[in-house]
């Protein structure tokens, strides 16, 4: 059975940090991508990163780029998200998702296969 399983999310102050866990069980790590996505109340799921697991390539959009960092331990089948600087905006539930790596950098959530259940980030005073 694939499993996507998310972990790490928290309330934390502004300018905070916090890193999520996404541990990957189920399919050959290295045949895919993945991919971290948030959702804030109201508002359509946006993709934020990705990793390609095989040779270590990261995507991120430029909002995030300079606060998120990805990563992933192959040995531990697990994908990381370390956010430094938190914003209230940034408040949102966080998914992780697998994708075929050929699709590695997409954000079109209709292509990737396997998903999360998801961690909630809540950024408040």
């Known amino acids: 059975e694939v499993q996507l399983v ?11 940090s916090l ?4 541990a990957g069980s ?3 790590f ?11 109340p109201g508002k359509e ?12 390539t990261k995507y991120y959009i430029d ?24 914003r209230p905006e940034d408040t949102a539930v966080y998914y992780c998702a697998a994708v075929l790596r050929e699709y590695s950098g997409s954000y079109t959530d209709t292509v990737y296969d396997y998903w999360g259940q998801g961690t909630q980030v809540t950024v408040s005073s």
């Open 30 to 40: 290295d045949e895919y991508a993945i991919g971290w996505f948030r959702q804030a």
């Open 6 to 16: 998310e972990s790490g999310g928290g309330l934390v102050r502004p300018g905070g």
């Open 45 to 56: 799921r946006e993709g934020l990163s990705c990793i390609s697991p095989s040779d270590g």
């Open 63 to 86: 909002s995030i780029k300079d606060r998120f960092t990805i990563s992933s331990d192959n040995a531990k089948t697990t994908v990381y998200l370390q956010m430094n600087n938190l």
């Open 26 to 28: 189920g399919f050959t």
């Open 19 to 22: 890193r999520l866990s996404c």
